[in-house]
């Protein structure tokens, strides 16, 4: 009694094989699963490092917002001032206050801050910047910032000068030792009125955010100057609080309100960039769902192909199923000339795509050489370079996608070949 052979047996393989490497005499075979091959390659290699660039540019942007500010603002709510009549939000018990914050389980610092808005001026030139006071201590643990490896100067100087974004170094035109100066509207008090305050500091240190819109603006002064500059004796505008976890923020949320009082108020970092956040997944599943149909497309090629092919090896498939050649056989010789075009194709489009991510630099240098410079501007995407980040799940997304819809269409013409009537395909031989 004779044995049917197993599934996807030598003999399937020897078959599929010899129809992959068709010559073009035979049809031009090889020539479509070449198109086929390079299509699935290129969509996947798309795919990936959109993914990738995706990837990074996200962690990259919350980088930045954590490494250099606070992960939740805490500060007063307004009380209306009974001598000037203004409303009045700052903190009198600031260092109890931060006391209490720090005693949360998951702070890992509260630092109180002062806050203003000023004209920096050094010769003839002026720029807008955003003053934080904050003392030496907490500013040195402040990870972007006290970054040694992209700042210039001595930070352990900063009780003694003034520290500087490098955009605001840039756009002034000083540098380390240079003496900028701190114009503010509201200064000194006199019978007269309230007269513009002007203060020179050293510049002791510059420091790079790596985001555009903080190290175009930011300055930080020591918090004592700092009130005595704002007029802020005895009192903070609000309180820096990081965190260990920041991802969860806002499970702190309830026990911050509680230790900050009756008036305190609570402001997380995801409170602040949660809606830029929520844009850019939005973004990235509608950029997954357009490259996944630019797979598809490419994967269609492969239906092309298979068709060509079952139509030119139509007398081979009759001479193969009179020799005794089940339909199961057929449809899997056909099904393995599909799938390895998708295999082989998936393959090489994943190590392209990693290879991209990986040295995304010097390739991303070499077009903006090529494109005369500019081609990334900071002052827009608010980063200073194109980041990309080779994630796992990522990349696996990619392949499931691409071998699925590569294994899918190939069923179909497989499907074809295997039901052909073997007298009809031998009746004009």
Known sequence: MARTPAPFAPFEWMIAWRYL??????GGVSVMTWISLVGITLAVFALI??????SGFRAEFVDTILGANAHV??????????QSGRIDRTIQDYEAMAERVRAVPGVTRAAPLIKGQVMASARDRNAGVQVFGIAPDDLRSIPRVADPETSRGDIASFAQGIAIGSGVAQELGVGIGDRIKLISPNGVKTAFGTSPRINAYDVVYIFSAGRYDIDRVRVYLPFDEAQS????????????VMVSEPENVDELALPLLR?????GQVWTWQDASGSFLRALEVEDNVMFIILSILVLIAAMNITS??????KNKGRDIGILRTMGLTEGSVLRVFFICGAFTGLIGTAMGVVLG???ALYIDPIFSLVNVMMGGQVWDPSIRGIYHLPAKLQFGDVMSAVSLSLALSFVVTIFPARRAARMNPVEALRYE
């Open 73 to 82: 603002t805490v500060y007063n709510a307004g009380e209306v001032d009974a």
């Open 229 to 240: 500059f704002f007029n802020r004796e005895g009192r903070a505008d609000e309180l820096e």
């Open 49 to 54: 490092a959109t993914l990738a660039v995706r």
């Open 354 to 356: 990693c290879l991209f």
């Open 21 to 26: 490497r068709a010559k073009r005499a035979e």
């Open 305 to 310: 192909g298979l068709i060509m092919l079952v």
């Open 259 to 263: 230790a900050a009082g009756e008036r």
